[in-house]
C-alpha cells in the first residue's frame, strides 16, 4: 500500500513541478504556458485559469499524499537514542607479532 502511494506521489510532484514551470510568472519567468504558445487552443485568460486550478488540485493532492504517507510510516522505527546504548567495550589493540628467527644460509 504505501509503495502504491510512493509511486502515485511521485507522479503527483512531476506533475505540479511541470504544471508550475508552464504558468507564467509576474516577471517573465520560463511563460512556457503562454497563450502564444499554445495557438488557438485557449485564451490566455483561460490557460491561466486552467494551470492555477491544476496547481490546485496538484497541490491539495501533494499535500494529502505526505500526510497519508507519513501517518502511515509513523510506527514502523524503534525510538534510539546514543544514551540508551550500553557502553562498548574497547580492547586493547593487537601486539605485533614477534620477529622471526633470522634463517642461517647452509653452505
Do not use: Y
Amino acid at each position: 500500500m504505501a509503495t502504491v502511494l510512493l509511486v502515485l506521489h511521485l507522479f503527483v510532484t512531476l506533475a505540479l513541478i511541470g504544471v508550475v514551470l508552464l504558468q507564467r510568472s509576474e516577471g517573465g519567468g520560463l511563460g512556457i504556458g503562454s497563450s502564444q504558445g499554445m495557438g488557438n487552443f485557449m485564451s490566455g485568460r483561460g490557460t491561466a485559469n486552467l494551470l492555477t486550478r491544476t496547481t490546485a488540485i496538484l497541490g491539495t493532492a501533494f499535500f494529502a499524499l505526505s500526510l497519508t504517507l507519513a501517518i502511515l510510516n509513523r510506527g514502523t522505527a524503534l525510538p534510539t537514542s546514543i544514551l540508551d546504548a550500553p557502553a562498548s567495550t574497547t580492547t586493547a589493540p593487537a601486539l605485533p607479532a614477534a620477529p622471526a628467527a633470522p634463517s642461517v644460509p647452509t653452505n
